[in-house]
């Protein structure tokens, strides 16, 4: 499910990031390799061009103590172009691809490009399947030297930003191409499997010693969002209050951790209840959470309905401030995708001021004394300030001026269109793009429309120019 691009950049971008088998231009008539990246300003790579992908199930059998991994992809798309060949981001070892019932050839080009080539060539708007193959020991294959695939004692956590897909599913691996997903895992009996969305049906036992898991995604998904825990875990399902299936699970290996962890993670359907009130209706099938095995990841994500947390957050005891960012993803991030990995503000500027307004909300300051704490915390001087939030860099999307800075921004935006605009800002935005793409600049602008005030200076100054932003008016009425 791709949002509408423009071709052109799309192979401009292409032609500069010097891909060879890409830089020929097809202006006659006839099938083309699809190219290879979406021309990302950050990872002109990631993704690929010609096809647009509507499903995956993703059908595994995972060996905990080798970490062998070994299954099957069936990828639902569509052609988008006439195609000689086209590309999936994977890492992994593939034995066999079929297109359309029929062998493909297929070869592996640099660390995560798998290039498939049908045996007839498919025209414009034909339907995909995709049978991918493969087996491999995803914790030794390295990408940019790497692996994001975690290894825990008792299994394994597929969970990264951007980088996580490749090292489990071929994929169109960009948020611009969401789809829906089934993921199923066979583990040896008292193994847990957790992924996103529902359990179609309860786990079961399939061979002597091995029992099949089922995950559903009915919602349309980006690929980074997908992720997968096998280990052994307490889950826990319950029903929320809107009638919601709600799943948390936790490492059995939590230690001192579990209780505060525990306390955190069970508030999830408060937590998502009280941003439905802010930023309008849950897009999602259900909830939860995951809180993987020490040792395994040092970060959340906002996996889709369910994040994963690292134990990490709750080393120093109770914290749900990070269980109000995840979730604030699920509308930031989930629902409403980057249409540009330069955008990631959208997600981590608007996460980062839910914990705020949480704060607020709970008596524990309020989103003005933060204001005011985190502008007083950085002098003018700080390294800091030189961050853009608004355009961070591909060297780390990630840096603390996106969160922080870019929660500021927010604060002033607040300040300027007062709370009741602002409110309606927040929901306008979440309901205009709902499982869809966004920019930075579609943001500003509906901003600026729902106001009725000029906010390019303010805009241009919390997120667009390093250095420490003087404080004071920047806002005029717009003309
Ligand atoms: N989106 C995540 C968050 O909510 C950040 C993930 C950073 N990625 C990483 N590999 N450390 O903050
Ligand atoms: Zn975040």
Known sequence: MRQALAAV?????????????????????????????????????????????SHYDVRLR????????????????????????????FALSVTS??????????????????VVTPARPVTDGQPLTVVVQYADTPSAVKVNGATA?????????????????????PSNDHPRDKATFDVSVLVPDGTQVVSNGVMPAPAHRELPGWSRWNWRSVKPM??????????????????????????????????EYADAAHAAVERTSEVVDWESGLFGPYPFEARGGVVAPPGTIGFALEDQTRPVYSSKFW???????????????????????????????????FASYAEWLWSEAQG?????????????????????????????????????????????????????????????????????????????EQFEEFAQGVSGKNLGALFATWLFTPGRPTLGATVTRAP
């Open 9 to 53: 950049v799309t192979a401009l971008a292409v032609v500069l990031a010097g891909t060879p088998a890409n830089a020929a231009v097809h202006s006659a008539a006839g099938p083309a390799p699809g190219s290879a990246g979406l021309g990302d300003s950050y990872f002109p790579d990631y993704g690929n061009g010609g096809y647009d992908v």
């Open 62 to 89: 995972y060996w905990p103590d080798t970490d062998r991994l070994a299954g099957t992809t069936t990828i639902l798309a569509r052609a988008t172009q006439d195609l000689s060949r086209f590309e999936f981001d």
């Open 97 to 114: 691809v079929r297109v359309n019932g029929a062998p493909a050839s297929y070869a592996r080009e640099g660390a995560h490009k798998l």
């Open 149 to 169: 695939w975690a290894r825990a004692a008792d299994g394994a956590v597929a969970v990264g930003e951007p980088e996580i897909a490749w090292w489990w599913f």
């Open 222 to 255: 980006a690929t980074y969002l997908a992720f997968l825990a096998i280990g052994h875990y307490e889950i826990r399902t319950d029903v929320s209050v809107s009638g919601q299936p709600v799943v948390t699970a936790y490492s059995q290996n939590l230690g």
């Open 315 to 349: 080393q120093g005891g109770a914290n749900v401030y990070v269980v109000v960012h995840e979730n604030a993803h699920q509308w930031f991030g989930d629902s409403v995708s980057v249409a540009d990995w330069r955008n990631i503000w959208l997600n981590e500027g």
């Open 364 to 440: 524990e300051g309020t989103a003005q004394e933060l204001f005011d704490y985190s502008y007083a915390a950085h002098p003018a001087d700080d390294p800091f300030w030189q961050v853009k939030p608004g355009d961070p860099g591909a060297r780390d999307p990630f840096d603390r001026a996106v969160y922080t800075r870019g929660a500021m921004a927010l604060h002033q935006l607040r300040l300027a269109v007062g709370d009741e605009v602002f409110l309606r800002i927040l929901r306008g935005w979440t309901e205009n793009h709902r499982y869809g793409n966004a920019t930075i």
